[in-house]
Structure formats: C-alpha cells, structure tokens
T-cell receptor, first 113, second 114 residues
Framework: KAGVTQTPRYLIKTRGQQVTLSCSPISGHRSVSWYQQTPGQGLQFLFE???????NKGNFPGRFSGRQFSNSRSEMNVSTLELGDSALYLC????????????FGEGSWLTVV | AQSVTQPDIHITVSEGASLELRCNYS??????LFWYVQSPGQGLQLLLKYFSGDTLVQGIKGFEAEFKRSQSSFNLRKPSVHWSDAAEYFC????????????FGQGTRLTINP
C-alpha cells in the first residue's frame, strides 16, 4: 500500500508569490491534516479535513488555506508568501477522525527568498 | 490546552547502550500518545502509540514506551541502540474525538557514538 504522497518535494518561491502543495492520502484514508515544521516553532498544526470539510484549524493567518477533494486528496495554499513561511510542510492521513493512527508523508520543503 | 514537553533537546549515547527519551504531557483526560522519529530531510515515521489498555506499548525497531498516568509521562526506551537510531524523536498528544490534531513536543535529537 502506498504511503502519503506529497508534491512537490522541494520548491523555491519569491516573497509575495503564492504556492500550492498537494497531498494524496493512503488509499482508503478519508482524514487529512497539515503541519508546518520550522526550526524555531517546531511542528505546528495547520488544519484538518474530513469528507471535504475542515474540522479544525490551527493558529495561522488567513493566508494559509486548504481544501479536500471528493477523492480525499488535499491541497494547501499559502498566499503572499513571507520569508517566515519557509518550512517543511507535512501532510498526514488517517482512516477517520478519531482513534486512529496518523501517518505522515515525506513533506514539501518550501524556501521563500 | 494540551502541551507536550521533551526536556532533553539533545542526547548522546554510545552504540549498544540503553536509551530513555522523556516526554511529559498536559491534558485534562487520558490522551492518545505517539512517538515519531524523523531522519534528516525526511517525514515522520510512527514508532508506537498508546490509545488504551496495557500501559507498556511495543513499537517498531525495538522501541517501547510506558504510559504513566500519575506522572503524565510517556517515556520512550530502547535496551540497546544502533547507529541507525540517530535521528530526531518527537512525542505527540492527540485529543480523544479529535485525534488528527496532534500537539508535538520540541523534539529530542539523538546522536550515537560509535
């Protein structure tokens, strides 16, 4: 069974641009969440989706948004990029919304210059 | 609010020595607890989890962890480390009914001396 797949793995963007990251969950998993990892702040929860609905949102500005499609694939978007958005963005999936193991992808490395 | 503390930022042990990584959590009820490992440039790999039942849980790669409710701890142990265990280790807590929203500790970087 394939794991959580994230694309692209690496990207460089300029301040002010926007970026879209993609995540394909493990087959059969319907819950997807996103995390940001930085050296200073560590791992922080961004948002969680189940059945195309956002269930939870972390403490991030509105520039960070996401969505989930009917096939459970998810995208997150960051608009008006700032230098501080440089981070590893991790996607995770689980079969449902509670009481399940959460599996992470390899992440998307975003560098903002 | 939930929180996780990993008191040790960096630990160095010799290959073959035993290992214990500490994790303390703050949560109003019994949480879901996880340990993940991250190698440089990689994502997070699940080592083990505690949901309920036996408080000593076994994981992959010879790791185990013990949930101690009275101490709000979930320490990770391995009897004999291998050079390939060098990585960063994260403890995480999830709320029952909202397990996808994990709160992570700051991580413990493990270095193995040959």
């Amino acid at each position: 069974k394939a794991g959580v797949t994230q694309t692209p793995r690496y990207l460089i963007k300029t301040r002010g641009q926007q970026v879209t990251l993609s995540c394909s969950p493990i087959s059969g998993h319907r819950s997807v969440s996103w995390y940001q990892q930085t050296p200073g702040q560590g791992l922080q929860f961004l948002f969680e989706y189940f059945s195309e609905t956002q269930r939870n949102k972390g403490n991030f500005p509105g520039r960070f948004s996401g969505r989930q499609f009917s096939n459970s694939r998810s995208e997150m978007n960051v608009s008006t990029l700032e230098l501080g958005d440089s981070a590893l963005y991790l996607c995770a999936s689980s079969p449902s919304v509670s009481g399940n193991t959460i599996y992470f992808g390899e992440g998307s490395w975003l560098t903002v210059v | 609010a939930q929180s996780v503390t990993q008191p040790d930022i960096h630990i160095t042990v010799s290959e073959g020595a035993s290992l214990e990584l500490r994790c303390n959590y703050s949560y109003g009820a019994t949480p879901y607890l996880f340990w993940y490992v991250q190698s440089p440039g990689q994502g997070l790999q699940l080592l083990l989890k505690y949901f309920s039942g036996d408080t000593l849980v076994q994981g992959i790669k010879g790791f185990e962890a013990e949930f101690k409710r009275s101490q709000s701890s979930f320490n990770l142990r391995k009897p004999s480390v291998h050079w390939s265990d060098a990585a960063e280790y994260f403890c995480a807590v999830g709320a029952r009914g909202g397990a996808q929203k994990l709160v992570f500790g700051q991580g413990t970087r493990l270095t193995i001396n040959p």
